[in-house]
């Protein structure tokens, strides 16, 4: 089975300041990872990907996230947060080893990031 | 600019009602997805679609149906919407059968339904 933990609910941090939002995975083969956003009122929206290759991965607004197999973490940061983040943020991942309909992707429970001014 | 649209944002339905929400896409996908959304849960997968007239269930299909007609069209079925029903509800969709698989998914602006 593959499981996916966000464990923090809420995350604050001031404007200015850099943030993380942790995720870590469980999965019995190779993980494919991902996080989405969700803004108010909207759908969610890709940010990055990690499938294979660099552990650290860049995607969009300036996110990256960092892979670690030792510590099965996928930990999202921003060296500087803006207001404009402000959202609610999910992991997800999928076991390369799953097949049939429990291969398709899990998510996580999402943690609000609220960037103060 | 690719988009998923449901018709509706806000619904309110009574108990005992067939509800109908709608998705469609406008990217030529093949594959189209049904989640659900509450608080502390995440998103769990109601159904799936990876071609016309075919489905599969996800992981919470128990009092919910599914149409996929025409490809561009995924709609998610209430038979008898009761209370427990009441949540946001997402669509999406995928270049790939499998999301996850590598290609990123496209959702919809969510439905949030009420039922009383």
């Known amino acids: 089975a593959q499981s996916v933990a966000q464990p923090e609910d809420q995350v604050n941090v001031a404007e200015g300041n850099p943030l993380t939002v942790k995720c870590t995975y469980s999965v019995s083969g190779n993980p494919y990872l991902f996080w989405y956003v969700q803004y108010p009122n909207r759908g969610l929206q890709f940010l990055l990907k990690?499938?294979?290759?660099?552990?650290l991965v860049k995607g969009s607004y300036g996110f990256e996230a960092e892979f670690n197999k030792s510590q099965t973490s996928f930990h999202l940061k921003k060296p500087s947060a803006l207001v404009s983040d402000s959202a609610l943020y999910f992991c997800?991942?999928?076991?390369?080893?799953?097949?049939?309909?429990?291969?398709?992707?899990?998510f996580g429970s999402g943690t609000q990031l609220t960037v103060l001014p | 600019d690719v988009k998923v649209t449901q018709s509706s944002r806000y619904l309110v339905k009574r108990t005992g009602e067939k509800v109908f929400l709608e998705c469609v896409q406008d990217m030529d996908h093949e594959n189209m997805f049904w989640y659900r959304q509450d608080p502390g849960l995440g998103l769990r997968l109601i159904y799936f679609?990876?071609?016309?007239?075919?489905?599969e269930k996800g992981d919470i299909p128990e009092g919910y149906s599914v149409s996929r007609e025409k490809k561009e069209r995924f709609s998610l079925i209430l038979e008898s919407a009761s209370t427990n029903q009441t949540s946001m509800y997402l669509c999406?969709?995928?270049?790939?059968?499998?999301?996850?698989?590598?290609?990123?998914?496209?959702f919809g602006q969510g439905t949030r339904l009420t039922v009383v």
């Open positions: 997800a991942v999928r076991d390369e080893l799953l097949s049939g309909s429990a291969r398709q992707l899990t």
């Open positions: 990690y499938i294979t290759g660099d552990n």
């Open positions: 999406a969709s995928s270049l790939d059968p499998v999301l996850g698989a590598g290609t990123e998914a496209f």
């Open positions: 679609s990876y071609d016309v007239k075919m489905k």
